[in-house]
Nanobody, 129 residues
Framework: EVQLQASGGGLVQPGGSLRLSCVTS????????ITWFRQAPGKGREGVAA????????FIMPAVKGRFTISKDNAKNTVYLQMNNLKPEDTAVYYC??????????????????????WGQGTLVTVSS
């Protein structure tokens, strides 16, 4: 059974940092990507960052580039989203999801909410003073 468990959310002041974790299990894909999405109150879900298992290539959405980084620890089956210099507009529920890359072209649309094959539950990030 494929499982993704996101954690690490919380309340942080503007300019602060948080690190989200996504622990994964049950994967049988030859290659895959883990993508972080977020959904702010009253808005749609948007892709934030993605990392590919086979070569560690990454995508970062322009709005967070330079502030957010995505990385993985294969030994722990965990993908991290390091978020620095957080802004109130980063407030959202953050989700991790997996994209099966048996179709290699799906990597290039990994930040689309319509692409993932499995989703984890969300973790709430609130940026407020």
């Amino acid at each position: 059974e494929v499982q993704l468990q996101a954690s690490g959310g919380g309340l942080v002041q503007p300019g602060g940092s948080l690190r989200l974790s996504c622990v994964t299990s049950g994967f049988t894909f030859d290659d895959y990507a883990i993508t972080w999405f977020r959904q702010a109150p009253g808005k749609g879900r948007e892709g934030v960052a993605a990392i590919r298992q086979s070569d560690e290539n990454t995508f970062i959405m322009p709005a967070v580039k330079g502030r957010f980084t995505i990385s993985k620890d294969n030994a722990k089956n965990t993908v991290y989203l390091q978020m620095n210099n957080l802004k109130p507009e980063d407030t959202a529920v953050y989700y991790c999801a997996v994209v099966d890359l048996k179709d290699d072209s799906k990597w290039y649309v990994a930040l689309s909410e319509y692409v993932p094959d499995y989703w984890g539950q969300g973790t709430l990030v609130t940026v407020s003073s």
